[in-house]
């Protein structure tokens, strides 16, 4: 299991999460994350230029042995030279993780394909492949929706992607199914929906009670199948073979460890219809600010 998982590290540069599970994990816990995480396998690190000073607090504990995914934030609308706005981008990630290369390279805003502008902000990821900086590039996407529009014209190593048993729809549709055929490189995210899916009742935000028929279903198929959530959770993802990384966000060394202890049955399960087509407004944690 452990050589699938992938670190997610927002919250070692920001607050991240929901209700009493937000905060940013402090440097000395990161140190203890990363020791451990290295002890069981895992070789991958999540982050972002936007990720606040998650690039520079991992590069102060050093990353021997590690490849490092990150992404870029949204190109300035007034940019002209795309090439060299982005190369200054990814020195600067070097700097500050301390590093010569990097695993992978998205675009956190992958919609800027789609303007006119577009084609140069692709040949501009693939230079930074040329001079050797980034192994990998590609996109970090939402919706499958963007799969639909940036996928036409582009061709791309690596894909990042949300997917969980709540939200299904990049297997259900086919895609997850349609990039690996094509020979691109999935890692899957948001599993754990920053947290809600692991959460009892009673520490649940209440703006999310307005879906309380979907969390009760959810509860009641745990309980019916004697699994606990976050070996369902896992369980979901890290069984697919398509899925290239797992990317898992933990705030506590903890945390990691439950993870990685968490037993995952070769029992096949099958996910209650309750759990399918659920509101966009859940699945996308850009809205919960709205609820």
Not at 217 to 229: G, N, P
Request: with cysteine.
């Amino acid at each position: 299991m452990n050589s699938k998982l992938a670190l997610g590290t927002v919250q070692f540069g920001m607050p991240y999460g929901v209700g009493d599970e937000s905060c940013q994990v402090d440097s000395r816990e990161v140190g203890n994350i990363l020791k451990l995480a290295r002890q069981s396998g895992i070789d991958t690190l999540d982050t972002a230029i936007s990720y606040g000073e998650s690039e520079t607090i991992l590069g102060s504990h050093g990353l021997d042995g590690m490849s490092v995914v990150t992404k870029l934030p949204e190109v300035p609308l007034n940019c002209k030279n795309l090439t060299g706005w982005m190369n200054s981008r990814i020195e600067e990630s070097l700097s500050r993780l301390n590093v010569t290369s990097l695993d992978g390279v998205l675009l956190h805003r992958p919609q800027q394909l789609l303007g006119s502008s577009g084609p140069r902000l692709y040949d501009a990821l693939n230079s930074l492949k040329k001079e050797n900086l980034v192994n990998r590039i590609g996109i970090s996407i939402y919706t499958v929706d963007e799969l639909e529009l940036c996928c036409k014209n582009f061709e791309y190593d690596l894909v990042q992607a949300p997917l969980s048993v709540f939200d299904r729809r990049l297997a259900d549709t086919g895609w997850l199914q349609r990039l690996h055929e094509q020979g691109i490189d999935v890692h899957v995210r948001s599993i754990f929906l920053q947290g809600l899916l692991l959460m009892p009742k009673h520490k649940r935000p209440t703006r999310f009670n307005r879906w309380n028929h979907i969390w009760n279903c959810w509860e009641r198929w745990l309980e019916e199948t004697k699994q606990c959530s976050l070996g369902a959770c896992l369980k979901y993802v890290l069984s697919r073979p398509e899925i290239e990384k797992v990317v898992v966000g933990v705030n506590s060394c903890s945390n990691l460890q439950e993870i990685l202890e968490t037993s995952i049955s070769d029992k096949y399960f099958s996910l209650p219809e309750g759990l399918s087509n659920i509101d966009a407004e859940l699945l996308d944690p850009s809205n919960w600010g709205e609820l």
